[in-house]
């Protein structure tokens, strides 16, 4: 059965970094693209960051670039959202989703295949 479970989650300072995991079980992270997204109350589930299957590219979205990092571990089925100098702006539960074939778009959450239940990312002071 697969399964993902995003972890890592917390409260931050402004300017601070987490590092989020998804640990995927149940399929092989060679196959699927797994993504990133979050969600602030009131608003809808955005795109972060994607990861092609095999890890061959990564995609981030406008607002997260050169702070946050996508990377995975096959060995580990395991993929990482390394977040640096977090924003009030980042507040949010974060998603980690998969997506069967080579990559998947951050435009869309009706590409992806399976989600997580969700990490609560928190930047306050």
């Known amino acids: 059965q697969l399964q993902l479970v995003e972890s890592g989650g917390g409260l931050v300072q402004p300017g601070g970094s987490l590092r989020l995991s998804c640990a995927a079980s149940?399929?092989?992270?060679?196959?699927?693209?797994i993504g990133w997204f979050r969600q602030a109350p009131g608003k809808e589930r955005e795109g972060v960051a994607c990861?092609?299957?095999?890890?061959?590219?990564?995609d981030y979205a406008d607002s997260v670039k050169g702070r946050f990092t996508i990377s995975g571990d096959n060995a580990k089925n395991t993929v990482y959202l390394q977040m640096n100098d977090l924003k009030p702006e980042d507040t949010a539960v974060y998603y980690c989703?998969?997506?069967?074939?080579?990559?998947?778009?951050?435009?869309?959450?009706?590409?992806?295949?399976?989600w997580g239940q969700g990490t609560q990312v928190t930047v306050s002071s």
């Open positions: 149940g399929i092989t992270l060679d196959y699927y693209a």
């Open positions: 990861l092609s299957s095999r890890g061959g590219s990564m």
């Open positions: 989703a998969a997506s069967f074939g080579y990559s998947g778009s951050l435009q869309s959450v009706y590409e992806w295949d399976y």
